[in-house]
């Protein structure tokens, strides 16, 4: 065997084992996806809160997309405030500091701001001297309207999200709709029910 032979078989055996690991690598996520799925299909027909649901499943997003860091948000649904705010339900990673207080504008928000009001999912990559944040931020919601959004930062593998990582949130983020249209439905099931029950007795 000459060298160019061994040299051939050495870039094979190195192609084998990168195949080897983005299958593994693909197999976890696979798995984490479904478990996610299956997380909130129980979460969202146990309670009737969606900011409970979207606590419960949220460590469950962070494992699909490798991520330690993170947020959801929702806007205010105070009439008075016509949606111009938006508070965190819940966080990972962030400080206290980072996020000053739960209660935010959107014009503060801009990120949070643009993909809610575009409905778009929007990928942000920022720089400081020392710091490099990279995020994909994914809007939700209910009964046609944007009503939330997930962001999703510093990928635990040290490497930028990619266009299959945008997508794989996107999928996640139906399932969590999902999950918030069976509560509705709960929802709507009680309120009828007690409405039917206050005819028959106000008491």
């Not at 065997?1 to 078989?9: F, P, S, T």
């Not at 008075?80 to 400080?95: M, P, R």
């Not at 996107?170 to 709709?177: A, P």
Request: aromatic letters at 6%; a neutral charge; hydrophobic letters at 30%.
């Amino acid at each position: 065997m000459n060298g160019r032979e061994n040299e051939l078989i050495a870039q094979l055996g190195v192609h084998i084992s990168s195949l080897t690991s983005e299958n593994e690598r693909l197999r976890k996520r696979i798995q984490a996806e479904r478990e996610f799925r299956d997380k909130v299909n129980e979460k969202s027909r146990i309670t009737y809160s969606i900011n409970e649901l979207l606590k419960g499943i949220f460590p469950d997003l962070l494992k699909v997309m490798n991520s330690s860091r993170g947020s959801i948000v929702l806007r205010s649904q105070d009439p008075l405030d016509k949606g111009s705010h938006f508070y965190i339900v819940v966080q990972e990673g962030i400080s206290q500091t980072d996020i000053e207080g739960r209660l935010m504008s959107l014009e503060k928000g801009k990120y949070v701001s643009t993909a809610l009001e575009s409905g778009q999912s929007i990928v942000v990559d920022s720089k400081s001297k020392d710091h490099h944040t990279n995020s994909i931020i994914v809007p939700f919601g209910w009964n046609g309207l944007n009503q939330g959004a997930v962001c999703i930062s510093n990928n635990l593998s040290q490497k930028n999200y990619s266009e299959e990582d945008r997508k794989t949130l996107i999928s996640c983020i139906k399932d969590v709709e999902h999950g918030i249209e069976i509560i509705m439905r709960e929802r709507s099931h009680l309120e009828g029910i007690a409405s039917f029950v206050e005819q028959k007795d106000p008491y």
